[in-house]
């Protein structure tokens, strides 16, 4: 008689990340024009005839947004609203999210759903080397050995990352705590509202730019999204971004 044997389990099949180098940032929804910075103004001194402004031709006053940027006079800038839809790295958010004045936010939840394979890892041309003391370093190219390396390693940590995430959820363990062996460089998306001010003091700080009055040294990644960011407002309202450019890239 043959004893009786228990069939092995089978180890369920992991599912192979994927990677991406880029992010993404869509526009979804507006309300965002220059003519929106005027008639706010002008309730200043015109009271209830500023209203008169609603359709009025915005660039017959191109001059009163440079004044408004020039001087700082920032309140006319918030009378407006943009969301974006983004699709970034965790980490990448992380750091959005200090900004929190003008800014609304909602991300995906990984207690909620089951999160995606889908992974960071950096082009060719992504800067890896860092020179130079803090508050006065910069980042040169690195070298192709350093670039593969840094492939590698990141194809290894985020597939045992994920393999592991998979075994517990088929073990029956909750999202939420399943989640927590996932780095940060897994792809996330969130929607951000904004208003020009907010916007601008955003990219005042998350862009590098050789006509910013005051410097600024942001990770290239944040950058990414910053720049896609100003590239949909610039169509939106080009006043006053140029106005912007115009006096230093300081938020008003």
């Not at 910075?37 to 660039?59: H, I, M, W, Y």
């Not at 194809?155 to 393999?163: E, I, N």
């Amino acid at each position: 008689m043959q004893p009786d044997t228990q069939p092995a389990t089978q180890a369920p099949a992991h599912e192979p990340v994927q990677v991406r180098d880029d992010v993404t940032v869509e526009l979804v929804r507006h309300s965002a024009h220059d003519a929106d910075v005027l008639f706010a103004a002008r309730v200043s001194t015109a009271g209830e005839a500023s209203l008169e402004e609603l359709d009025k031709d915005a660039s017959r006053s191109q001059g009163l947004i440079n004044y408004l940027m020039r001087d700082r006079h920032g309140t006319p800038f918030e009378h407006n609203s943009m969301t974006f839809f983004v699709s970034a790295p965790i980490f990448v958010f992380r750091e959005f999210h200090r900004h929190r004045a003008g800014f609304s936010y909602n991300e995906e939840s990984g207690r909620y759903r089951e999160l995606q394979p889908v992974f960071y890892v950096p082009s060719p041309e992504r800067k890896l080397v860092q020179q130079g003391k803090p508050g006065r370093y910069e980042f040169v190219d690195g070298t192709p050995e350093q670039h593969d390396v840094v492939t590698r390693s990141m194809l290894a940590s985020y597939q045992g990352a994920y393999d592991a995430y998979q075994d517990m959820l088929a073990a029956g363990v909750a999202r939420e705590v399943a989640r927590a062996v996932l780095p940060v460089g897994l792809f996330s998306s969130m929607y951000a509202t904004c208003n020009a001010r907010s916007l601008m003091h955003f990219l005042s700080l998350r862009t590098k730019d050789e006509r910013a009055t005051v410097p600024s040294f942001p990770q290239r990644e944040i950058e990414m999204v910053a720049e896609r960011m100003e590239s949909l407002w610039a169509d939106l309202m080009p006043l006053t971004h140029a106005a912007f450019n115009a006096h230093g890239r300081v938020a008003p």
